[in-house]
């Protein structure tokens, strides 16, 4: 079984950075995402920066609607 988030930091420059459960952590930059359908509303840094993690998936929320999207080692 992989490995599920456990705890998240957004950073600067829409990076983030994940914590998983077997110890591990890493940076995540999501800017590559930024320009495609419902990830566009995360180039705010406001909506950005409101990512949590609920059950090992990260969320993201905007104001019309819940992002959510699974990242794996």
Do not use: A, W
């Not at 998240?8 to 930024?34: A, M, Q």
Request: positive net charge.
């Amino acid at each position: 079984m992989n490995p599920r988030i456990s705890k998240v930091i957004p950073l600067e420059n829409h990076k983030l950075t994940l914590f998983f459960t077997n110890g591990e952590k890493g940076i995540y930059d999501c800017s590559k995402l930024l320009n495609f359908g419902v990830f566009k509303e995360l180039q705010n840094e406001n909506y950005f920066k409101k990512v949590f993690v609920l059950n090992g998936i990260l969320y993201e929320i905007t104001y019309n609607c819940l992002i959510f999207f699974y990242v794996s080692l």
